[in-house]
T-cell receptor, first 114, second 117 residues
Framework: DQQVKQNSPSLSVQEGRISILNCDYTNSMFDYFLWYKKYPAEGPTFLISISSIKDKNEDGRFTVFLNKSAKHLSLHIVPSQPGDSAVYFCAASGTETSGSRLTFGEGTQLTVNP | GAVVSQHPSWVICKSGTSVKIECRSLDFQATTMFWYRQFPKQSLMLMATSNEGSKATYEQGVEKDKFLINHASLTLSTLTVTSAHPEDSSFYIC?????????????FGPGTRLTVT
């Protein structure tokens, strides 16, 4: 039962353009969402998060949008840079009582071409 | 952000031996740490939740007698893979949750590549 899904295994964009990574979830108990970036043979790096009480959170070039009714979130990277090339995972968490377990999507490999 | 370290970064061991992996939170105290496993081109799979001073909580399908977890202090959790077999070869990653009001961010270690021959 894949509760968090990233349907696009890969995405390729040109440097300077916008990268949009999508994520869907099925569990309505999820109320906190996170995006992580991962290089090969390294641990994931936290990028940005959003609480279910918001629909948008922005941090520099990274913006996360949340559509609760559609159970969908997206990560926008503008402008994209070659150094952004990595695997991006979205993750979701339930309430505090769940122990803050994160459920991860399958990841999307982003390639930013110079 | 918070820093989490893992040691060793890679290890090769013979089948039947045991391997211990350490996870440390360097600049904060973590009452809860998590252990993940990642197969090539797959997502991170949570193995267990490590709680300081109490027994770990294992995910369904994870053998607790094979993957021993000890969280002896607020900055250290260890994962011991006992009687390792080639199928245990994988990338093991730990994370720690930095206590913050309303925050659920987990900070990950750099991972440990285990190869069992």
């Amino acid at each position: 039962d894949q509760q968090v899904k990233q349907n696009s295994p890969s995405l390729s964009v040109q440097e300077g353009r916008i990268s949009i990574l999508n994520c869907d979830y099925t569990n309505s108990m999820f109320d906190y969402f996170l995006w992580y970036k991962k290089y090969p043979a390294e641990g994931p790096t936290f990028l940005i998060s959003i609480s279910s009480i918001k629909d948008k959170n922005e941090d520099g070039r990274f913006t996360v949008f949340l559509n609760k009714s559609a159970k969908h979130l997206s990560l926008h990277i503008v402008p994209s840079q070659p150094g952004d090339s990595a695997v991006y995972f979205c993750a979701a968490s339930g309430t505090e009582t769940s122990g803050s377990r994160l459920t991860f999507g399958e990841g999307t490999q982003l390639t930013v071409n110079p | 952000g918070a820093v989490v370290s893992q040691h060793p970064s890679w290890v090769i061991c013979k089948s039947g031996t045991s391997v211990k992996i350490e996870c440390r939170s360097l600049d904060f105290q973590a009452t809860t740490m998590f252990w993940y496993r990642q197969f090539p081109k797959q997502s991170l799979m949570l193995m267990a939740t490590s709680n300081e001073g109490s027994k770990a909580t294992y995910e369904q399908g994870v053998e607790k007698d094979k993957f021993l977890i000890n969280h002896a202090s607020l900055t250290l959790s260890t994962l011991t893979v006992t009687s390792a077999h080639p199928e245990d070869s994988s990338f093991y990653i730990c994370s720690a949750r930095e206590p913050s009001p309303g925050g659920y961010e987990q900070y990950f270690g750099p991972g440990t590549r285990l190869t069992v021959t």
